[in-house]
């Protein structure tokens, strides 16, 4: 399984855009981007996912590098309730199972 | 629409002991997916549940065990605990097919003494 890497924690001000970044060196052409965030004491919960073309939703925006090397989820406007633990994971799309395997994440921060 | 919902909240048992844990789907999906999440770590895949058969397996011993019923909900079953197994125990749900996107319960906090 293709593995990503994120900065251990980042630290955000309360209503200002927030970069998290993840590297995916040995991504496969069929690998599926996915993050997800978890909030204190609750379960993960989906943000976005994409394969190679950028991606907007409600909650955020995957920018995806032409190389597919590497990722950023952007949240536009960072709130209290942004303060969570954000995991960057490749699915396989050729897989039947929709495992998902989670790294350490990142911290992230938002600061009144 | 019902989000997933897992019981108990938290469950307390003793090394050797025998523990099964529920979940309920979100209304509508036929896949369940467990995780664990050991204290400080991302959580790691156990076992996912598609129309009542096991449709694939993390690295975890034979001893955790599941089951999926007719109306799609799920059992954990983890047998002979160990101190190891003390830990966060997720279960999520998708629509259609396994590779949708996955909804998350609140989780059953496992201690084992």
């Known amino acids: 399984d293709a593995k990503t890497t994120q900065p251990n924690s980042m630290e955000s001000n309360e209503e200002e855009p927030v970069h998290l970044p993840c590297n995916h060196s040995?991504?496969?052409?069929?690998?599926?981007i996915h993050w997800y965030r978890q909030l204190p004491s609750q379960g993960p919960e989906y943000v976005i996912h994409g394969l190679t073309s950028n991606v907007n939703n409600r909650m955020a925006s995957l920018a995806i590098a032409e190389d597919r090397k590497s990722s950023t989820l952007i949240l536009h406007r960072a709130t209290l309730r942004d303060a969570a633990v954000y995991y960057c994971i490749l699915r396989k799309g050729s897989s039947n199972t929709g495992k998902l395997i989670f790294g350490q994440g990142t911290t992230l921060q938002v600061k009144p | 629409e019902t989000g997933v919902t897992q019981s108990p909240t938290h469950l307390i048992k003793t090394r050797g002991q025998q523990v099964t844990l529920r979940c309920s789907s979100q209304s509508g999906h036929n896949t369940v997916s467990w995780y664990q999440q050991a204290l400080g770590q991302g959580p790691q895949f156990i076992f996912q549940?598609?129309?009542?058969?096991?449709?694939g397996r993390g690295n975890f011993p034979p001893r955790f065990s599941g089951l999926q019923f007719p109306n799609y909900s799920s059992e954990l079953n983890v047998n002979a605990l160990e101190l190891d197994d003390s830990a966060l125990y997720l279960c999520a749900s998708s629509s259609v097919e396994p590779t949708d996107t996955q909804y998350f319960g609140p989780g059953t906090r496992l201690t084992v003494l």
């Open positions: 040995t991504i496969s052409g069929t690998d599926y």
């Open positions: 549940y598609y129309r009542e058969e096991e449709n």
